[in-house]
């Protein structure tokens, strides 16, 4: 369990033709989702290289979740299916250095998924928030504090 009060910050590559679309219809459908969810967008998720997956975990972000179109619905073919295999692989580079490879994931929505994804975003945040943060901070007493961007951001 991350420490009290930790709030993990998440962030989201929505693909521009379904799961910002989603996001979009979860907000005009007034669905409440975590506020530490920040949403990227993106042409496709095709574009979505494991670099981009390791540094945001690397500047401090908690997870990441990549949001594309249904399978055999991209609207550049194959662009999901791109960002599948280089999720696996992101979360594979995170297994082999020690960290939780829950830290990545990836889901598939339609532009009218807006509740699911909603929810998505809510189950993520609760799971991330299990696990803790991914830079703790030790003061000495035996409990980790609040991630390392946290202490960045008082300096």
Request: proline share 8%; with cysteine.
């Amino acid at each position: 369990m991350g420490p009290p009060g930790f709030e993990p910050l998440v962030v989201c590559f929505c693909c521009q033709w379904c799961s910002y679309a989603a996001a979009d219809m979860a907000g005009a459908m007034r669905l409440s989702y975590p506020p530490n969810v920040r949403i990227v967008l993106v042409p496709c998720t095709g574009r979505v290289q494991e670099e981009h997956l390791l540094a945001a975990l690397e500047a401090g972000v908690d997870g990441v979740l990549v949001s594309g179109c249904l399978p055999g619905q991209c609207h550049y073919v194959n662009g999901n299916r791109k960002a599948e295999k280089r999720v696996a692989r992101a979360r594979a580079i995170l297994e082999e250095i020690g960290e939780d490879p829950e830290r990545i994931g990836m889901v598939h929505n339609a532009a009218s998924m807006g509740p699911q994804l909603a929810r998505c975003f809510r189950d993520t945040t609760e799971r991330l928030r299990a696990l803790g943060p991914i830079f703790p901070v030790w003061d000495g007493s035996g409990e980790p504090k609040q991630a390392g961007r946290e202490a960045q951001y008082r300096e």
